[in-house]
């Protein structure tokens, strides 16, 4: 779905353009979806079904992203924030 297409704050499904999607690929293997867990397993058709962007780093495993949050077989990351306060360092003393 494109942000820029059909009226603001709509729920008509007619006014949305729904191109460049990946509505044919399904992402139906998860660790535990009813616990909220949606991490890849191994076998889910949702690996390397994703499209690689060339302003992308290519930091994924396999030949393509995989859809969704979270790249089977990477590095396992929490959504938020880090609000500890950073160590100070001096310049002038270094």
């Known amino acids: 779905m494109r942000a820029d297409q059909g009226p603001p ?11 460049h ?5 399904k ?3 998860f660790v535990s979806a009813e616990k909220g867990d949606f991490r890849l ?3 889910s058709a949702a690996i390397d079904q994703g499209i690689a962007l060339p302003v992308m780093n290519g930091d994924y495993q ?22 500890s306060k950073p160590e100070f360092i001096d310049e002038k003393t270094r």
């Open 9 to 19: 704050y709509t729920t008509d499904k007619k006014s949305l353009a729904f191109s």
């Open 21 to 25: 999607n990946r509505d044919d690929a």
């Open 27 to 29: 992402a139906d293997k």
């Open 41 to 43: 397993v191994k076998g």
């Open 62 to 83: 396999g030949d393509a992203p995989d859809l969704g949050a979270y790249e089977y077989g990477g590095e396992e990351w929490k959504a938020g924030s880090d609000l």
